[in-house]
């Protein structure tokens, strides 16, 4: 089996095809690239080709680098695998280099063959590199197609050239946003933007044309050129200084330094702008290396790829067939249910929106209709596509409209009793083999399945809020959940395009048993006269996307109250966060309810808006003379989530830490960066996590103890991918 084909044609085209079979996307190997660069070189050689089309065989042209690739050339290093990594990288260069000079003469810049991409759709990664050395990118005029270089979302950069290629192309403040925030467009936009040469309807036919058609001076990129100046200006010109400045301060207030990628790749840049174009490969292909050897890459890129890749594909899904979802009825057309009536009708389902009222239910296809509204504004939707998506919603208070459905979602208020019968009302006319699911966040499934007769269909599905945004649905097995209502979730899942994890039931499941924590030893820290700002700043920059006092803000002070009273009815003596109440309650009794009351940890104009730290908070607690220093408010908010997770792992609510890793990142934003609780600990080591466990447990209290999971690997000098990645490793 091949990656790349050729066909020579009669007409003097050597048409390359890029084609792996068994995938739905082309991605690159070294096999691959191994093959391309001898099917280069045999076009080149021979006198009969005229020039040279890259193409694809499917209808997208490249996703991207095989990222298990970098961990092949790690391990092929043995004990030098930043060398390999760099040599590896360097190989990678000459060929996207031979195919960029086409066997030009050095000197003269003549004698070469036209070399063209046809992308017939979308192009990421080094599907976007690889173009990039050809001497002209022709797209298909398709508006679902992505153009983009997207690495910097999985903690790489565009290490083939792209990043370099990119600048010296359109200059660093318009290249900026492709690389720095791994923006991506379709066909017509990114020829706008100076990406890609054209969009056309046969990308194929119109490369061919082009090719036999070039002359010498079509061939010769701007930076092989005599005289090429950067647009926008160098780093040493002063239009171009400015714009390094800038991008410095973005970079820094956006990833408050804990992203390595980001900073090396401004590196990658800066440096390279000052030399000629092979000299910056070399300092990109270095650049590259040093993240690639950075622990923070290598978690990122199994979490956010790899692992995510996994789950969505059904890694740890039951052995039964298909439960594709045709019809789902929706209980509740309150926020919640809306968004999941929303989605699902995105997904191409029948949706049931049912409520108590009619004009309830009304409203919750409302909110479809003003959010297809709002895409149509922003020229993401159409209003074809609007009214193919309402018309898969039926608003209606009668549960007989449910009589077909094969998926039931409720999501009543969270009230056990409210939940029982509505539970025997719908299934009373539901199909006896129809999955219910409740989307409760906090009441156990095994409980909530006691209202069932078919608790074995019984099953969690908890969506994150807002439901349209949110990437992450957690599915939580009951004691009495069969096989098949895990697969049915897991299909659906896959169907609305978000990413699963599959967790067993016990309270507040896995997210929130973690985030909990984070809010309230936040609040905890505020009790002790712990400046908020300080809180609120460590938390960001070691990664957190909010500090936990603007979290509860966002989330409800009066929804932390009540969730707090249930929890200390709940357990009773052993409950452990009086301290976190005190606060919550007085702030509860001031009306200080957080942005929907215009007041919390922070104060917000007439708008909303925050406006600073509340002073009214800080009178009530004042700051101790004293302050912790930054490291010890961290590992506070960072410890305290992760023992959570290694407790859900030791009780068995994880059954695997690529779903702890995966859904704290894509459930509340765990530190991105470290690709999770389970390889947070692993890049700080168990031993070291062990000892500053004690050290914290001591000085503030039992929540820090360490468990008795990570203490064992403590002292046999384990880590968790080492211990439990057999699952992880073979993905």
């Known amino acids: 089996m091949t990656d790349f084909t ?39 050689a021979d006198e009969a080709v005229k020039g040279i089309v890259i193409t694809s065989g499917k209808d997208s042209f490249a996703g991207g680098m095989d990222l298990n690739v970098i961990a092949k050339m790690k391990d092929m290093a043995g004990d030098n695998p930043a060398q390999g990594l760099f040599d590896g990288i360097m190989r990678m260069h000459g060929v996207l280099r031979k195919i960029e000079l086409a066997g030009m003469d050095p000197k003269t810049k003549k004698g070469g063959k036209p070399i063209a991409a046809a992308l017939p759709g979308t192009a990421l990664g080094i599907g976007l590199e690889l173009p990039l050395s050809t001497h002209r990118i022709f797209a298909a005029d398709n508006p ?62 119109a490369a061919k044309d082009w090719v036999l058609n070039a002359k010498d001076a079509d061939l010769v990129k701007p930076w092989d050129a005599k005289g090429y100046k950067m647009p926008g200006g160098a780093p040493y010109h002063p239009a171009g200084f400015m714009t390094f400045v800038g991008a410095s301060a973005m970079v820094n207030g956006k990833t408050k330094g804990v992203y390595p990628a980001a900073k090396a790749m401004l590196s990658a840049v800066y440096e390279g702008a000052m030399v000629d174009f092979d000299t910056a490969l070399k300092i990109e292909a270095r650049w590259f290396t040093n993240v690639l050897m950075n622990p923070s890459s ?24 298909d439960q ?52 149509i504004a922003r020229k993401k939707a ?11 919603i039926t608003a209606t208070t009668d549960y007989a409209a449910l009589a077909d459905a094969d998926l039931i979602i ?39 399945a006691k209202a069932s007769k078919r608790p074995e269909q019984f099953i969690g599905i908890h969506f994150f809020s807002p439901v349209e945004r949110m990437a ?29 994890i599959v967790v067993n039931d016990a309270r507040f499941f896995y997210a929130n048993r973690c985030i909990i924590p984070y809010i309230n030893e936040g609040i905890r820290m505020v009790a002790e006269g ?64 957080g942005r929907k009351s215009n007041a919390g940890f922070y104060d917000y104009d007439d708008k909303g808006k925050r406006t600073g730290l509340s002073a009214a908070v800080a009178a009530q607690y004042p700051q101790a003379e004293v302050q912790p220093d930054l490291i010890e408010v961290q590992h506070r908010l960072l410890f305290v989530q992760s023992l959570e997770a290694v407790r859900a792992l030791e009780e068995g609510v994880l059954e695997d830490i690529r779903e702890g890793d995966v859904g704290a990142i894509l459930g509340w934003g765990f530190a991105p960066w470290s690709g999770g609780p389970f390889s947070w600990l692993d890049i700080i080591g168990s031993p070291y996590a062990a000892e500053r466990c004690d050290a914290l447990a001591e000085k503030h209290g039992a929540r820090f103890a360490c468990p008795p999971l990570l203490r064992d690997m403590s002292n046999k000098s384990q880590s968790f991918y080492g211990r439990f990645g057999a699952k992880a490793n073979a993905a």
């Open 6 to 44: 050729m066909i020579k044609g009669d007409d003097g085209v050597a048409v390359i095809t890029w084609d792996i079979a068994g995938k739905s996307m082309n991605v690159l190997s070294l096999e691959g690239l191994a093959e391309i660069d001898a099917l280069i070189d045999d076009a080149l």
């Open 144 to 205: 679902k197609a992505k153009i983009g270089l997207p690495e910097i979302m999985v903690g790489i950069f565009p290490g083939a050239g792209g990043t370099t290629r990119l600048t010296r192309k359109l200059g660093a403040m318009t290249a900026s946003p492709f690389l720095l925030e791994g923006k991506m467009s379709e066909p017509k936009k990114a020829k706008m933007a100076g990406i890609i040469d054209e969009v056309v309807e046969d990308p194929l036919t």
């Open 298 to 321: 290598g978690a990122m890129i199994r979490s956010l790829f790899i692992n995510k890749e996994a789950l969505e594909k059904g890694a740890n899904r039951p052995d039964v067939p």
């Open 324 to 375: 594709r979802v045709k019809k789902v009825g929706v209980l509740g057309a309150g926020m919640m249910g809306a968004g999941i009536a929303l989605v699902s009708a995105q997904a191409g389902m029948q949706v049931v929106l049912i409520d108590q009222k009619q004009e309830a239910a009304d409203r919750g296809k409302a909110y479809a209709e003003a959010y297809m509204d709002k895409g």
């Open 382 to 392: 159409t209003p074809e596509k609007k009214e193919q998506i309402l018309s898969l």
């Open 410 to 448: 409720e999501a009543v208020f969270e009230d056990p009793k409210v939940k029982a019968e509505v539970t025997a009302a719908v299934e009373a006319v539901i199909p006896e083999d129809c999955i219910f699911a409740s989307n409760t966040s906090t009441l156990p499934i095994s409980m909530l």
């Open 472 to 500: 992450l649905v957690e599915i939580i097995k009951g004691k009495q959940t069969g096989d098949r209502a895990v697969a049915k979730a897991l299909d659906y899942v896959r169907q609305i395009r978000k990413t699963p």
């Open 530 to 593: 712990i400046a908020p700002a300080l809180i609120e700043n460590a938390a960001k920059m070691v990664g957190m996307p909010l500090g936990p006092l603007q979290l509860v803000d966002e989330t409800s002070i009066d929804l932390g109250a009540k969730i707090a009273r249930a929890t200390k009815a709940g357990m009773g003596d052993a409950y452990p966060d009086g301290a976190v109440d005190e606060v919550i309650f007085w702030m509860e009794g001031q009306g200080r309810l």
